[in-house]
């Protein structure tokens, strides 16, 4: 396999965590980097096969709590179920 080296500027504690993660999970930052990559394009295919995941992605914010998404539901699904009886 063809390698080529890149240099990536990125916050110090963010490199900390990843040496830390790939040390507790048997490999390096190079692999996590290069893995990383390899998935980008295999989020696009899950998208093109998916069409309803491509519409849902991004409906909800990343940082809701879940709780929050939690009573999200049971307002909208609990009122029309209210409606209808």
Not at 5 to 11: G, L
Not at 53 to 81: F, M, Q, V
Request: hydrophobic content about 35%.
């Amino acid at each position: 396999m063809d390698k080529t080296k890149f240099t990536a500027r990125v916050d110090r504690d963010a490199f900390e965590t990843a040496k830390q993660y790939a040390g507790n999970h048997s490999t390096t930052v190079t692999s996590l980097v290069e893995e990383f990559f390899r998935s980008l394009g295999k989020v696009d295919k899950i998208f093109q096969d998916t069409p309803i995941l491509n519409e849902l992605a991004g409906s909800l914010r990343i940082d809701t709590p879940l709780e929050d998404y939690h009573t999200y539901l049971e307002k909208k699904y609990l009122d029309d179920a209210d409606k209808i009886s």
